[in-house]
């Protein structure tokens, strides 16, 4: 059973010449291989490259850990509500 789009493509091509058709496909072959091999490069990390950026994301992390006293920006304008 075709879904309508294969269905539509399939009358699409039809219509085009023998030249045109192996265009097309062509085209369309090599934007699966493109697609496949960017999915193969993603799935290649290793190990120790895992652990080098899981290090990285927690030394990241840790920065943002609250620690020390509270800070304050608003000593910069403290001079509008003091008194004299």
Do not use: Y
């Not at 085009?16 to 493109?34: G, H, P, R």
């Not at 990241?60 to 509008?80: F, I, M, Q, T, Y």
């Amino acid at each position: 059973m075709s879904t309508p789009w294969v269905e539509r493509v399939q009358v699409v091509l039809a219509k085009l010449d023998a030249c045109a058709q192996a265009e097309v496909l062509d085209s369309a072959e090599f934007l699966v291989q493109k697609r496949t091999r960017a999915s193969e490069k993603a799935d290649e990390l290793s190990e120790e490259e895992h652990a080098r950026v899981i290090a990285a994301l927690d030394a990241v992390a840790a920065l943002s850990k609250e620690s020390g006293p509270p800070v304050s920006n608003r000593d910069h304008d403290s001079h509008l509500t003091s008194t004299p």
